[in-house]
């Protein structure tokens, strides 16, 4: 039988196979947004590592981005500090963002393929 896709992309980004089969894969671009970054960047932190690899991650505020009125301040409290960590984080660590009121600000998922970002 043929290889997958999923087999043909899985194969060219392993690193190396662990005992009992465990893959460790090499992850070439990342996409992070506002809702569970705020907690991987502090651990970076408090371990006093830096971002390996800045320019390969792209940031898009989409959870908490209202679908209108986004030149006013986001409501809900917790929704904006997440917003602005993320902002602040991505900043710091010299990260592409795109917060609300950018023109490529998006659901992650769907502004990754309009705009084709993360693509040389």
Known sequence: M?????????DAHTVRVEDGGRCVLYIDRQYIH???????FAGIERRGF????????????DHNIPTVDQHLPIGEPESRRQGEA??????????????????????????IQKFKVGST
Request: proline share 6%.
């Open 2 to 10: 043929g290889r997958t896709l999923l087999d043909k992309i899985w």
């Open 34 to 40: 506002e809702v569970t970054s705020p907690v991987a």
């Open 50 to 61: 830096g971002v390996a690899r800045p320019a390969q991650i792209t940031a898009t505020a």
């Open 86 to 111: 993320l902002a602040e984080n991505c900043a710091r660590h010299g990260i592409e963002h795109f917060g609300g009121g950018h023109p490529k600000q998006g659901i992650d998922c769907l502004a």
